[in-house]
C-alpha cells in the first residue's frame, strides 16, 4: 500500500468516527430532549430543567464540525498535491461528481449545524421569565435531532466520497492502479 493510502485511510477511519459519534450524539440527544410534562408555568411564564440533550447536542456540533474540517482538508490536501497534471480523459466526468459531493456535503452540514444549534440552545435551563425567545418557552419537537442525526450521516459519507473520489482521481492521475504504478513504455 502507498504512503498516501494510509494517509486516506486514517482520515476515512477518523471522519467515519467522529460522523458515527455525532449520529449517536444526535439519537441520544432526541431521547433526553425535554417533554411538555416537564414544563412548568405559573400564569404566562413558564420554567424548563435543564436537559441531558443540551450536552449531546454540543458533541454531536463538535465532532460533525471536525469530521467536515477533516474530511474536507484531506481531499484538498490530495488535489491540490497531485504530482501529475491532470489527464484529459476524466475531466468531464470526475469534477462534476467532486462538486456535486462538496456541494451536497456542504448544504447538509450547514441545515445539520443549524438544527442541532437552535435546539441545542433550546435544551439549556430556562428560568420563570427568562425564555429561549422574548420570555416565552420553546420545545424542540419530536424527530429534529433525529433529522439532523441523518443529516449528519449524509454530510459524514458526502465527506468520505469526497475524499475517496479525490484520492482516485490523483492516483489515476499518477500512473497508479491496483496499488502499483503502470509502467508506461515510450520511445524515443
Known sequence: MEKHQYGLVLTVSVVASLGVVSFVSCIAAETKRIREDEVKLVGRLCKLPESHAFVFGIAALICLVVAQVIG?????????CSTEKKSSGSKAKQPAILIALLFISWVSFVIAVTLISTATSMS????????????????????????????????????????????RKSQVEEGFIGGEQRKLNTKL
Open 72 to 80: 474536507n482538508l484531506a481531499a484538498i490536501r490530495i488535489h491540490f
Open 124 to 167: 439549556r435551563k430556562q428560568s420563570y421569565g427568562e425564555g429561549w425567545l422574548d420570555g416565552e418557552c420553546y420545545l424542540v419537537k419530536q424527530g429534529i435531532y433525529i433529522g439532523s442525526g441523518i443529516l449528519v450521516l449524509v454530510t459524514v459519507g458526502s465527506t468520505l466520497g469526497l475524499a475517496i473520489t479525490t484520492m
